[in-house]
Each structure stands twice: as C-alpha cells, then as structure tokens.
C-alpha cells in the first residue's frame, strides 16, 4: 500500500467509541514490547547505573552540604522523586527511535494498514514505555531503602505513585514519537533528543525548589511538564513530602498532556512512512 493510500486511511480515532477493539489493539502493541523486553534486558540494568549514581554520589554529598533549601526533608529525600522522574525521562524521550528502526524494517507499514486505530498504536507504545518507567520506580525505590529515604508505603500512595510513573512515562514517550514522525531520521532524533533532555530536566524541580530559581527559569519550570510530575511524585512517595501545586493540578497536566500527545502522534504516524 502506498503512503498516499495510508494517509487517506481514516486515523481511527473516531474508533474509540468501540473501546474492546482500541483497548485490545493497545494490549496487544504493549504485549510485544514487553515480550522484547523481557528477553533482552540489558537496557532496564544499563539505566539503573545512572539513578544509583545521582543518589549514592550526588545525593549523599549535598545532604552533608545543607546547600540547597528542601524544608523538612532531607536533601536526598528530597531529590529521589527527582531521580525517579529523571528515569522516566532518560528512558523515555529516546523510545522514538524504536519506530525508526520498525519503519525501516517495514513493521510500521503492516501496523498501519491493520484494523486497529492509529490511536490505539500510539496509546499501546506508551503503555511499553510505562513498563520500562515503573522498572526504574522500583530500582530507585530499592536504593532509596538502603539509603533510608522515609518512604509511604500505604496502598494507595503505592498505587498513586503507579499511576504517575504510568503517566509520566505516557507523556514523555508520546513526546518523543511526535518528534521522531516529523524528523524521520535516526541522526537528526538522536540529535533533537539530546538537546532536550537536559533542559527538561534542569528547568524542573527534580534537583532544587523552584522557589531558589530565577524568575524567567521559574516561568519556564511552570511550563515544564516534568515539574508536574515530579511534584505528584514527591507528594505520594515521600513521608512528609507536600505538593507545590496539589495533586489535582498534578494529574490534570499529566493526564491532559498525554491526551493531547497521543492525538497528535496518532496524527502523524502515517507520515513517517513517506
């Protein structure tokens, strides 16, 4: 099939009102990633290295400085949704050039000319992601343990703390998809990826309060989809952690941003085959 025939394929968002068949085609994109991922993991251990390094290095050493002002917390209490988020990024906003590679090797021209809604492909990746996201929760919740980081273990700031990851993980990855539809190449992805990351990260606040920034980085970090997230983290995962905004204001952005992204990646799936 030709790319002008993929591109008048109708973009199966007007499919969600069959959710078996949108939730189903999700499942099944989610499964094989799961699949791939189960038999090489050898990603999920190389991106624990980083998280372990920023608490066991970076951590330890400004908590002895008292350098930074977190309140009632700690300092690596502090920064451990910080690094959490971090990971859901790191691993995220590279997961774009898997569908690259799945377009070079024609995987993503058999998707788009299956029944399923190019929604639901798009919602399937993220939820792929998602898997990678709450692997690297429960790595840096397990070194926060051992470096007695007072966590909530109550069930359901467990499960809030979940469905964060979940959405935080959504919201990066679809990011990321977006921007590898309109790049096409692994070169220029690879590029754009590692221009972003940092400033995303550093114009948060993962590794200080927003309150110790300047006011034309504050306006950006409010800005900062990333902030959010950290912010919901914070609040669910640390004892007597509190949120600058509230946890309304948290999911509402995550939850309205990833929304809005799985639409416009659903939108721009069919161009990376042209």
């Known amino acids: 099939m030709t790319s002008a025939a993929l591109a008048e394929r109708p973009n199966g968002l007007g499919k969600l009102t069959a959710p078996v068949t949108f939730a189903g085609a999700a499942w099944a994109i989610a499964d094989a990633e799961a699949r791939k991922l189960a038999r090489d993991p050898t990603e999920l251990i190389s991106r624990a290295v980083q998280p372990a390094l920023w608490l066991l290095v970076f951590g330890e050493v400004f908590t002895r400085l008292h350098a930074i002002p977190t309140g009632s917390l700690s300092y690596i209490a502090f ?6 988020a971090q990971s859901v990024l790191f691993s995220s906003i590279f997961y774009g050039i898997a569908i690259i590679w799945e377009r070079d090797l024609g995987i993503v021209h058999k998707l788009l000319v299956s029944p399923a809604p190019r929604a639901a492909l798009v919602t399937g990746k993220a939820l792929a992601a998602s898997i990678r996201g709450l692997v690297q ?10 470096l007695g980081v007072p966590l909530r273990l109550d069930p359901r700031a467990l499960l809030g703390t979940v469905v964060v990851v979940v959405l935080g993980s959504a919201v990066f990855s679809t990011f990321s998809l977006t921007i590898a539809c309109l790049v096409k190449t692994r070169e220029r992805f690879m ?36 902030t959010y997230l950290v912010d919901a ?30 639409i416009v990646a659903a939108r721009l799936l069919p161009g990376i085959v042209r």
Request: glycine residues 10%; without cysteine.
């Open 191 to 226: 590029g754009i990826g590692q221009v972003l990351t940092m400033p995303l990260f550093f114009a948060s606040n993962a590794i200080y309060p927003i309150a110790v920034m300047p006011p034309w980085l504050r306006a950006i970090a409010w800005m900062n989809p990333l």
């Open 233 to 262: 983290l914070r609040t669910l995962m640390i004892a007597g952690g509190q949120s600058s905004t509230g946890l309304p204001i948290d999911f509402a952005v995550l939850i309205g941003t990833s929304v809005l992204l799985v």
């Open 137 to 146: 929760g429960l790595i840096v919740a397990l070194l926060a343990v051992m």
């Open 79 to 84: 920064m451990t949704p910080g690094v959490l």
